[in-house]
């Protein structure tokens, strides 16, 4: 079974801060996202990665940096945290091109 | 247009009930199509991938109309535990890695 976690399920910090999310799947998958869901809008996809060292823009990375220094381990960084940074972030993987995709449990992300 | 588009619903519907719903897409040249659903303050799952005209499993059947672009999902016989949100999920044609999910329609099935 694939397994994708999440180091935090609930996450609250302050305007400003830099803020570390990380992301680690047990099954090997070369491929690795980053989205955020908010009501009414769905999932956008920030970044996402494809091999180790290795990273894509998605539709929205302003504000956002990542690293996969490993292929296991995918981290999203918000280098200064801002109120409208507040949303649940969900980490996937997949094996290979147009692939099932499989979620972390989700971080719910509150920058106050 | 949005690259994937859902009616939000939500949907109501008695157990037994048989519904469907469908998702756009603007993309023609789309080629695969994935069903996903996500339990309320869950992850999104899984649910069903359609390739070609169509696809069944159990109670759920989802078919596609590559003319009009639009995918729909149809429940059959609904149980309580349907209840969810039904996201559609379209890979670009250019990049498979980049998946475009719809907002999600949700449903409620109620004794």
């Known amino acids: 079974d694939v397994k994708v976690t999440q180091s935090s399920r609930y996450l609250v910090k302050r305007t400003g801060e830099k803020v570390f999310l990380e992301c680690v799947q047990d099954?090997?998958?070369?491929?690795m996202f980053w989205y955020r869901q908010d009501p009414g809008l769905g999932l956008r996809l920030i970044y996402f990665?494809?091999?180790?060292?290795?990273?894509e823009k998605g539709d929205i990375p302003e504000g956002y940096s990542v690293s996969r220094e490993k292929k296991e381990r995918f981290s999203l960084i918000l280098e200064s945290a801002s109120t409208n940074q507040t949303s649940m972030y969900l980490c996937?993987?997949?094996?290979?091109?147009?692939?099932?995709?499989?979620f972390g449990p989700g971080t719910r992300l509150l920058v106050l | 247009r949005k690259e994937v588009e859902q009616d939000p619903g939500p949907f109501n519907v008695p157990e037994g009930a048989t519904v469907a719903f469908n998702c756009t897409y603007s993309?023609?040249?789309?080629?695969?199509f994935f069903w996903y659903r996500q339990d309320c303050r869950k992850e999104p799952k899984l649910l069903m991938s359609?390739?070609?005209s169509g696809n069944e499993d159990g109670r759920f059947t989802a078919q596609l109309n590559r003319a009009s672009q639009y995918i729909s999902l149809l429940i059959r016989d609904s149980k309580l535990s349907d209840s969810a949100t039904y996201l559609c999920?379209?890979?670009?044609?250019?990049?498979?890695?980049?998946?475009?999910f719809g907002a999600g329609t949700r449903l409620t099935v109620k004794p």
């Open positions: 099954m090997d998958h070369e491929n």
């Open positions: 996937a993987s997949s094996l290979g091109h147009a692939e099932t995709q499989y």
């Open positions: 993309n023609s040249a789309s080629q695969s």
């Open positions: 990665s494809y091999d180790v060292k290795m990273k």
């Open positions: 999920v379209v890979p670009r044609p250019h990049n498979n890695n980049d998946m475009r």
């Open positions: 359609v390739y070609s």
